[in-house]
């Protein structure tokens, strides 16, 4: 079984920073594309931040120049860096992944979620 774990959520004032992680974990063949989605109190799910396995980025016009993502050298996992943060940034944050499990096919698994609270 494959399953997608994060940290690193919390509360943070208007201007602040925090990091948010995630990690894969089980029977893994390869894992393609990593990103982070978040949805508001009231409002669908968004995407954040994408990243493959060949670097590539993408990112949501709302956080360019304030979030990075990138991924560790096993690629198993992927890190949210969120600088200068707004309260409407305010969320749960949901890691998301395309993974080869061994054994099997492409599956797209999602973490369970991290509260980022951005308010003074």
């Known amino acids: 079984q494959v399953q997608l774990v994060e940290s690193g959520g919390g509360l943070v004032q208007p201007g602040g920073s925090l990091r948010l992680s995630c990690g894969a974990s089980?029977?893994?063949?390869?894992?393609?594309?990593m990103g982070w989605y978040r949805q508001a109190p009231g409002k669908e799910r968004e995407l954040v931040a994408t990243i493959t396995s060949f670097g590539c980025t993408n990112f949501a016009d709302s956080v360019k120049g304030r979030l990075t993502i990138s991924r560790d050298r096993t690629e198993t996992t992927v890190y949210l860096q969120m600088n200068t943060l707004k309260p409407e940034d305010t969320a749960v944050y949901y890691c998301n992944a395309d993974i080869w499990p061994i054994g099997g096919s492409n599956i797209e698994v999602w973490g369970q979620g991290t509260l980022v609270t951005v308010s003074s």
């Open positions: 089980g029977s893994i063949f390869r894992i393609n594309a």
